[in-house]
């Protein structure tokens, strides 16, 4: 079995992940005892090398956990098997691997999965930072499934959306499991598709509007089906979603099959505009043509009309309402106190995350101008500096797969008012950068290790929130105030 591995990785092409992973693959091999389910001899003979011997990930993803990045279902993950993700360096075994090989080893997969749901980690109780203690609490822990992003109605209310395309109240910090109903379709089967972002109107006490971003595609599930992230807005009465208005949706000829890299982040600036992220959807030279919407940062009104004072003349169904391009896949977006400044993270590939300043009508570079290197080892463009193209204020390589951020502001932290916070997926990292105007002068590791951060928001009551995958949690920070012994 050890040389079936290194043959068929081998015939993988010859990126360096291949050869790491024959290697590996070789060691983990011999002495396995007899496969209790047929798929296990398959997967450790052509899969550990990369994915590691338990599934538990190694130079590749772990293929036991709930936050999958290209899809859960099992329509999803054989088609990935199937297909590869080339974009991703995960190779095709469609053709290596026989019809029954491939389902036996994806009930395998399946079967390993159910028998270990993710381990609930550990979230310090006392979190030592350079200014604060920090408290911890996580509060809420079941229920939620990959949880995306959270709004703040008022200090008891939240929104949480989910990206298995569920809605949710948390109230008093607590999750009412009865979902909220009647929202539009959204396609949560499809690859890395679902339910993203909210947003609320400014005026939301008066008119009750709130924003969504979703995944749309015209058959959910299919992942060859053509689909493109949506805006929409709607209201909520109790647990019954209604008046949806359509804000963006793109053209029957601008959605795309197979796609991974929706965006999905929404943000309304002080003025009352509406920015909203769509990614490449794997399409990394789209990013450059003003007439698709992937791989750009829109700004509309809270009717869907483009923004006063955009940067494009309307010349198509997209332009008008473009506000910047050349953008991967925008992750978290934040407007500047102060300055009024529209800060963003964008996804590289294997390296080349960003951190920038988005400024009306500019090109962020994607691909022609990047620091980053392809999943399969591949320089994406020769120089990572272009005329013409902005310059992150910071970048990443490798990656940690930078995700939501927000300024501090509020009465709680005193100590970073002003300061920038931002999560990451991989690398699990929550960031506090010291920023002053455009630049970063200072920064700190605020939390490693406990999960997926997707979303990072200063609540109403200035505490810090967290949104996570693996585990699916919502966590409160706020700081430490020891309860002195009475006199
Ligand atoms: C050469 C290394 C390599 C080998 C061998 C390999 N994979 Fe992968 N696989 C990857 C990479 C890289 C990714 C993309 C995710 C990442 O960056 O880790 C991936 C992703 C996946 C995904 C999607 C995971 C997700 O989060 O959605 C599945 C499913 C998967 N692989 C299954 C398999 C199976 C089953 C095999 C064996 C037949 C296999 N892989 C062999 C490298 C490999």
């Not at 607590?174 to 089967?189: E, K, R």
């Not at 964008?346 to 090109?363: K, M, S």
């Amino acid at each position: 079995m050890a040389s079936t591995a290194i043959n068929r990785s081998a015939l993988v092409g010859a990126t360096i992940m291949a050869l790491a992973c024959a290697l590996a693959g070789k060691s983990a091999t011999p002495g396995v005892p007899a496969a209790p389910l047929p798929g296990r001899a398959i997967y450790e003979a052509n899969c550990a090398g990369c994915h590691g011997r338990d599934l538990q990930g190694a130079s590749a993803t772990a293929l036991v956990k709930s936050d999958w990045s290209y899809g859960r279902t099992r329509f999803a993950i054989s088609n990935n098997i199937r297909n590869g993700i080339p974009s991703a360096g995960m190779p095709a075994w469609g053709k290596l691997l026989g019809e029954q090989e491939q389902k036996d080893l994806l009930d395998y997969i399946l079967a390993t999965q159910s028998a270990h749901p993710s381990p609930a980690r550990p979230l310090p109780p006392i979190i030592a930072t350079k200014d604060y203690r920090l408290k911890g609490e996580i509060l809420v822990d079941k229920g939620l499934t990959i949880p995306w992003g959270i709004e703040f109605i008022d200090p008891r209310h939240a929104l949480i959306s989910d990206r298995s395309g569920q809605l949710f109240w948390m109230i008093d910090g607590a999750l009412d499991p009865t979902p909220i109903t009647g929202l539009p379709p959204v396609d949560h089967a499809t690859s890395t598709g679902g339910l993203f972002d909210i947003a609320l109107d400014p005026e939301y006490p008066r008119n009750g509007w709130v924003y969504l971003a979703l995944a749309h595609s015209e058959t959910p599930g299919d992942a060859s089906s053509p689909g493109m992230t949506r805006v929409i807005r709607g209201r909520i009465d109790g647990h019954q979603w209604h008046d949806t208005e359509y804000l963006f949706r793109a053209t029957d000829a601008l959605q795309l099959p197979n796609s991974h890299g929706w965006g999905g982040r929404l943000l309304f600036d002080k003025a009352g505009d509406l920015y909203f992220s769509i990614g490449d959807m794997s399409r990394m030279h789209d990013a450059q043509d003003l007439s698709r919407p992937n791989g750009k940062l829109f700004r509309i009104t809270s009717n869907g009309h483009p923004a006063h004072g955009n940067p494009f003349p309307a010349t198509n169904s997209i332009t008008g309402a473009l506000f910047a391009y050349g953008l991967r896949n925008v992750q978290g977006l934040a407007q500047q106190p102060g300055t009024g400044a529209i800060w963003g993270t964008d996804h590289g590939p294997h390296g080349g995350d960003e951190l920038d300043i988005l400024q009306p009508g500019r090109n962020y570079g994607w691909p022609i101008a990047t620091y980053g290197v392809d999943y399969d080892g591949s320089i994406v463009s020769e120089a990572p500096e272009r005329k013409g193209v902005e310059r992150p204020v910071r970048h990443w390589t490798p990656a940690p797969a930078v995700s939501a951020i927000d300024f501090v502001t509020g009465a709680l932290f005193p100590e970073w008012r002003g300061n920038l916070l931002m999560g990451s997926l991989s690398h699990e990292t929550l960031f506090r950068f010291v920023v002053d105007g455009s630049s970063i002068i200072d920064e700190e590791i605020l939390l490693k290790g406990y999960g997926r951060i997707r979303d990072v928001k200063i609540g109403p009551d200035g505490a810090i929130y967290l949104v996570t995958n693996n585990p699916a949690t919502i966590v409160r920070l706020t700081p430490f105030v020891p309860i002195l012994p009475s006199r």
